[in-house]
């Protein structure tokens, strides 16, 4: 018997592939990312703007005793609400999206570039469910940014607004 194999790992036989695969893993967290900074902008928008059109309001709950805290949290609960509403729309036409591609394998892929017919996909609900709720910690936590300008109106001023 001839004993002259010689031992390699896989991910050097097929480095490309490798490279390939941590390429995308890194393209997806930088989405991700980004994806995470538009909803805080638009968020802290939201709530701004939210803020600005009901500045009689504010300023009357604070003229009858309100604390800055407790119209504060008005507008964070209003802020946290439009989160949640948005996962949920989100997940619902992001899941039904993959479970198309899933069932029907519509985006097609070259084999010969990718080594794959086809976009699969991975049914990771861990991944899902942390995914919404890191997104809603985060923009709760950002909305206490813009909820701040509350504390700086001055109910006179703020019921005199037009």
């Known amino acids: 018997m001839d004993f002259d194999l010689d031992v390699q790992k896989i991910s050097d036989l097929y ?4 490279e390939w695969l941590n390429l995308v893993s890194r393209q997806v967290n930088m989405i991700l990312a980004i994806i995470l900074l538009v909803i805080c902008v638009n968020m ?3 709530v701004l703007i939210l ?3 009901r500045t009689q309001m504010i300023g009357m709950l604070k003229a009858l005793g ?3 805290g407790a119209v504060r949290s ?8 439009l989160i949640l509403k948005g996962l949920f729309w989100g997940n619902v036409l992001g899941l ?3 479970f198309i591609q899933d069932q029907f394998k519509i985006v097609k892929l070259n084999p010969h570039d990718y080594y794959m017919e086809f976009v699969p996909i991975s049914w990771n609900w861990e991944v899902v469910g942390l995914l919404n709720l890191l997104t809603f910690a985060v923009v709760t936590l950002v909305l206490l940014l813009p909820t701040m300008v509350i504390s700086r109106i001055n109910p006179i001023r703020a019921i005199r607004f037009d």
């Not at 008005?74 to 609400?81: A, K, T």
């Open 96 to 98: 039904s999206l993959c």
């Open 66 to 68: 309100a604390s800055n």
């Open 15 to 18: 480095m490309q592939v490798f």
């Open 44 to 46: 802290v928008s939201i």
């Open 51 to 53: 803020v600005m059109e």
């Open 74 to 81: 008005v507008f964070i609960f209003q802020g946290m609400n």
